[in-house]
């Protein structure tokens, strides 16, 4: 398993002709909890965001994000619609996950996705806090067969925590 974390800061380059094109910033995620572009950084304030769709990207490698060419590039518009995954008005790191029993499992850190640099996000990474995570570690939660990012948590179909005895274990690497 990968995490986004991983490609936010990586080099985009264009290999048609080498030239770097920007540095991803952000993921942007859909509702099926799907990797479907990345933003670059601004070079300069008040500039429109620019974005790169998945569909556009040849790779994402360990060390650089490549596209065919600069034509991959595009302004983005309107940033408030989108779901990201670090920053915005509907970010994904920091939201609370919830059961539908109303139980708070931890709060968001990572995405993962699958090894191959897949798009698909398979699972979140968990904190319960800073002393929870140095004394125990962070938690690692497989994606439910339910989840709805809402405004203020993502909401799970998970019922109990205890129902995560199995499935919620500690986070090996």
Request: glycine content about 10%; cysteine-free.
């Amino acid at each position: 398993m990968r995490k986004a974390h991983e490609w936010v800061g990586l080099p985009v380059l264009a290999i048609n002709t080498g030239k770097q094109l920007g540095r991803a910033k952000d993921l942007v995620i859909d509702d099926a909890w799907m990797i479907t572009g990345i933003i670059l950084e601004s070079k300069q304030w008040f500039a429109s965001l620019r974005y790169i769709s998945s569909a556009n990207v040849a790779a994402f490698g360990e060390d650089a994000i490549t596209v065919a060419d600069e034509t991959a590039v595009q302004d983005l518009d309107d940033e408030a619609k989108l779901n990201a995954f670090i920053g915005g008005t509907r970010k994904i790191k920091g939201l609370p996950v919830i059961t539908v029993g109303g139980e708070q499992l931890g709060i968001v850190e990572d995405v993962y996705l699958a090894q191959d640099w897949g798009t698909q996000i398979i699972g979140y990474e968990l904190s319960e806090g800073f002393i929870s995570d140095v004394k125990d570690g962070r938690k690692w939660l497989p994606m439910p067969d339910q989840a709805v990012r809402g405004e203020n948590a993502i909401i799970v179909s998970i019922h109990r925590v205890r129902d995560l005895e199995v499935p919620f274990v500690t986070k090996e690497e």
